[in-house]
């Protein structure tokens, strides 16, 4: 049973970084593809950045240059390491796992993802 578990949220001043981590068990990181995503109260969740099997990375415009999405297949964990926080960025975050069957996947489209962790909030003040 695939079960994925986030840490590393917290609450920093605008500018601020925070690096986030998913522990994923019952699967083998080589074998899905996997992903950060967030959601603002009131707010549909969005994708935030991605990795594919190969080590493809996508990002939402709105954090490129920003975060870097990375993991660890020893370990089996996922990373985002988030600079220069902006109070834009709050939020609850998800990390994100999907088995790759082959097909079409759209990295940052929630909806091709079919197992997610239970997220950890992220607040940025001004």
């Known amino acids: 049973q695939v079960q994925l578990v986030e840490s590393g949220g917290g609450s920093v001043q605008a500018g601020g970084s925070l690096r986030l981590s998913c522990a994923a068990s019952?699967?083998?990181?080589?074998?899905?593809?996997i992903g950060w995503f967030r959601q603002a109260p009131g707010k549909e969740r969005e994708g935030v950045a991605a990795i594919a099997t190969d080590g493809t990375t996508s990002y939402a415009g709105s954090v490129k240059g920003r975060f870097t999405i990375s993991k660890d297949n020893a370990k089996n964990i996922l990373y985002l390491q988030m600079n220069s926080l902006k109070p834009e960025d709050t939020g609850m975050y998800y990390c994100a796992a999907v088995y790759w069957h082959g097909g079409s996947w759209q990295p940052l489209n929630p909806h091709d993802y079919n197992y997610w962790g239970q997220g950890t909030q992220v607040t940025v003040s001004s």
């Open positions: 019952g699967y083998t990181n080589k074998n899905y593809h």
